[in-house]
């Protein structure tokens, strides 16, 4: 089955980084963009980076700055760099891939299962 896989949440200090992760399943071809978002408890879930297949990054306002999406095509893998973290960011964060072509199937999108930031001291 096709599935996101992400890792690297955890507990920060306000100002601190983390890194977190998204690998996809073997078996995928091709994936066009992959994003991640974020959900803060009672709110909505919000977009905060994307990249395309070719490189092409865009960042909520909140991230521009601080936070850096990038990803490893041969590993279809994508990476979100945090930094200068504030308590704000506290959310789950969600990987989501668009466009995701196997050998045999195409999937609209995937998510993954989500990861727990916090910022706190």
């Known amino acids: 089955q096709v599935q996101l896989v992400e890792s690297g949440g955890g507990l920060v200090q306000p100002g601190g980084s983390l890194r977190l992760s998204c690998a996809a399943s073997v078996g995928i071809f091709s994936i066009n963009a992959m994003r991640w978002y974020r959900q803060a408890p009672g709110k909505e879930r919000e977009l905060v980076a994307s990249?395309?297949?070719?490189?092409?990054?865009n960042y909520a306002d909140s991230a521009k700055g601080r936070f850096t999406i990038s990803r490893d095509n041969a590993n279809n893998t994508v990476y979100l760099q945090m930094s200068s973290l504030k308590p704000h960011d506290t959310a789950v964060y969600y990987c989501?891939?668009?466009?995701?072509?196997?050998?045999?199937?195409?999937?609209?999108?995937?998510w993954g299962q989500g990861a727990l930031v916090t910022v706190s001291s």
């Open positions: 990249i395309t297949s070719g490189g092409t990054t």
């Open positions: 989501n891939a668009v466009g995701v072509r196997t050998l045999t199937n195409w999937y609209p999108e995937l």
